[in-house]
């Protein structure tokens, strides 16, 4: 469909593209696509090309595309009161009602919940609530906070330092000092293929043992991971991992922060990734799944033990000096709200479960044997194909090559968004929870393909 009109010229020339190469975009050498619309897992964009979105946005949009409910429930909170503070105690009908029903979806040992717009906002509330923590018990020193290579946590000065890919460094002067970084619980890349996988869990838990003594463990306040890792490549943590880790963690009385905003409200078949891993974390990131993406919003959820603490503070200290202007926002709450009940009523976390497991095992079974795909993983309603130059001697790919950006270009043109990951040719799939059968085998089809004519 052609169109007559200025918006390409206009997008190119005044758009600032997060995430982007903005010199080929500005020269007209990267794709140029809007998105007008969206029903369920597929979106369509303005020159009306539908496409199966099976990556959800930024593996966020759970409930899928085009729910109006929640469209109603953000209309009628803005008619009714579009916005007002959460300073000094105000609070609206919809930011207090979201509270509680995160709370009745969190670990009993939580309290309360904080509400930002974004997990980078949210993760950096975490860091300063655990520094105010850490001053209230008297304990200034202890500051630092462990990170993970290949970790993602947000792109701002401090969540760009926790987060542990390179791209995210490289120019901006990060990671910071008060940051430091552990070893990844990526089996598959182990060093050591002799190690077995309880061999290299023991080997993560003492390299962060370590860590912990060499840098002093009366400086280091916390650790912070996502229950599996997500953009570093779809990882999920080998068996026992978390145990072993947590185990460090208690011996020298650091926080743990469980990043959940890409596992958090259903992702990986549980609630929340701590329910599916055994996690007891201080504190609890969440984002995309809270409104399925339709209107911003973050939370950092605060466990009872820190709770207490940060009161004492604001007895000492008076009012606690944190807060955005759009905390709480009632628009975003109230999307949250009808979100969170839509999660229910479809009851899409089970279908995560068995519709997400298909897609593994179908993925499997056409791509398992492949002379380039080194291994397929996943759970829930996630999914990574990680490809390799030679499958026998574990030997990667020349990132020149860009064989995942290839094989996702190939999939879009056939009608199917994956995402190349960074750091490595990892295809990922993490379609809206709504996803059926046949759409998880339209996926894998248009994924098959892709690779036989990028590779052969």
Not at 130 to 145: Q, T, V
Not at 355 to 362: A, D, E, Q
Not at 400 to 407: L, M, N, Q, V, W
Request: glycine share 10%; net charge negative.
């Amino acid at each position: 469909m052609f169109r007559n009109d200025q918006l390409a010229e206009w997008d190119r020339e005044n758009f600032f593209h997060p995430s982007t190469h903005l010199g080929e975009f500005a020269r007209g050498e990267l794709a140029h696509r809007v998105i007008a619309g969206g029903t369920n897992c597929h979106i369509e964009d303005r020159d009306g090309n539908r496409l199966l979105d099976a990556f959800a946005g930024l593996y966020c949009v759970n409930v899928g595309y085009g729910r109006e409910d929640i469209a109603d429930a953000i209309a009628k909170q803005a008619k009714e009161l579009a916005y007002y503070h959460a300073y000094v105690g105000h609070g609206t009908e919809a930011s207090i009602t979201l509270a509680k029903m995160v709370m009745d979806r969190a670990p009993e040992h939580m309290s309360r919940v904080y509400f930002g717009l974004s997990g980078s906002d949210a993760n950096e509330t975490n860091i300063k609530l655990i520094w105010y923590y850490n001053n209230i018990l008297g304990r200034p020193e202890k500051k630092k906070i462990i990170s993970r290579w290949r970790g993602y946590h947000g792109s701002g000065l401090m969540t760009g330092s926790l987060t542990g890919l390179e791209l995210f460094h490289k120019k901006f002067d990060l990671p910071l000092a008060q940051v430091i970084h552990t070893e990844a619980p990526y089996y598959y890349r182990r060093a050591n293929l002799d190690q077995t996988e309880e061999a290299f869990v023991a080997h993560c838990a003492n390299a962060l043992e370590e860590l912990i003594i060499s840098e002093g463990a009366d400086t280091i306040a916390a650790f912070i991971g996502e229950p599996m890792l997500g953009t570093g490549g779809i990882v999920p943590p080998p068996a026992g991992y978390w145990a072993a880790i947590q185990a460090v963690l208690k011996k020298y009385d650091i926080l743990l922060v469980a990043d959940e905003v890409v596992t958090g409200f259903g992702r990986l078949g549980s609630m929340m990734g701590c329910d599916h891993y055994g996690m007891e974390a201080d504190l609890m990131t969440i984002a995309k799944g809270l409104t399925s993406a339709y209107a911003p919003l973050s939370g950092s959820i605060v466990s009872k033990k820190m709770w207490k603490v940060l009161e004492q503070g604001t007895d000492e200290n008076g009012p606690i000096g944190h807060g955005w202007t759009y905390s709480a926002h009632p628009i975003g709450a109230a999307a949250g709200v009808a979100n969170l009940n839509l999660l229910d009523e479809l009851d899409l976390i089970a279908n995560n479960r068995v519709v997400g497991g298909y897609l593994k095992k179908t993925m499997t079974d056409a791509l398992g044997d492949h002379p380039h795909v080194g291994e397929i993983r996943g759970e829930g309603m996630i999914c990574a194909v990680e490809l390799v130059k030679d499958r026998d001697n574990r030997v990667f790919f020349d990132p020149a090559d860009k064989i995942a950006p290839r094989i996702a270009a190939s999939m879009a043109s056939h009608g199917v968004i994956a995402r190349a990951m960074p750091q490595g040719d990892i295809m990922g799939f993490a379609p809206p929870f709504c996803l059926t059968k046949q759409e998880a085998d339209q996926i894998v089809e248009t994924m098959v393909k892709a690779v036989k004519s990028t590779l052969g």
